[in-house]
């Protein structure tokens, strides 16, 4: 469902744009309809933030039977950026409390930007992508506060690399239990 989703906002909103979807998530607002948070890199490497409101307006209209009504709705007027802004002018993302299963966060630009994800996953799905972006075309740290970050930045060379070296990972573990099981203990005379 979310590669759909991410290729029908490519198509229709951000490639007339020249922008590439880079990463969203889906999150939770007062207005009615779908919304998302979306990153996506523009021309001359700009990064951009915006939140795309889905509303699927449905037409109603009668063909020959008084029974029969055919539900119509056009993709390209249910994506809508309200509000945009640049990586570049992210000063701080503020997880509020990093011991709490809290989906939401607040992006400080200008004014404070709160933002409810659908689930704490998505919101650092969100914060990791924001951090590689910020740190491949900004050349910046991005200013993290209020976040594990062992979930945002790996530190162990076995960390979010993939399920490979989890896997090896853990049957090195096992090797190593055999190994020891298979040595002998010297006995005490």
């Given amino acids: 469902m979310s590669s ?45 933030l915006s939140i795309v409101q889905c509303q699927v307006f449905v037409m109603s209209h009668k063909s020959g039977s008084k029974r029969s009504h055919t539900k119509r709705s056009n993709i390209q007027d249910c994506y809508k950026r309200t509000e945009i802004w640049s990586l570049q002018d992210l000063a701080l993302v503020d997880g509020r409390d990093p011991d709490v299963d809290d989906p939401c966060f607040l992006l400080h630009f200008e004014k404070v930007r709160s933002v409810t994800a ?16 910020s740190d491949r075309f900004c050349h910046r740290s991005l200013n993290l506060q209020n976040f594990d970050h062992a979930y945002i930045k790996p530190t ?20 190593n239990l055999i190994c020891l099981s298979l040595c002998p203990v010297p006995m005490e005379v």
């Fill in 4 to 48: 759909l989703l991410r290729e029908e906002m490519q198509r229709v909103l951000f490639r007339p744009a020249k922008h590439r979807l880079v990463e969203f998530i889906e999150i939770e607002e007062a207005s009615p309809g779908r919304h998302f948070l979306c990153v996506s890199v523009g021309p001359k490497k700009v990064v951009q």
């Fill in 118 to 133: 659908v689930s704490c996953s998505a919101k650092y799905t969100m914060v990791r992508a924001l951090v590689a972006l």
């Fill in 156 to 175: 162990t060379y076995y960390s979010n690399r993939g399920d490979c070296i989890v896997l090896s990972q853990i049957c090195f573990y096992a090797f």
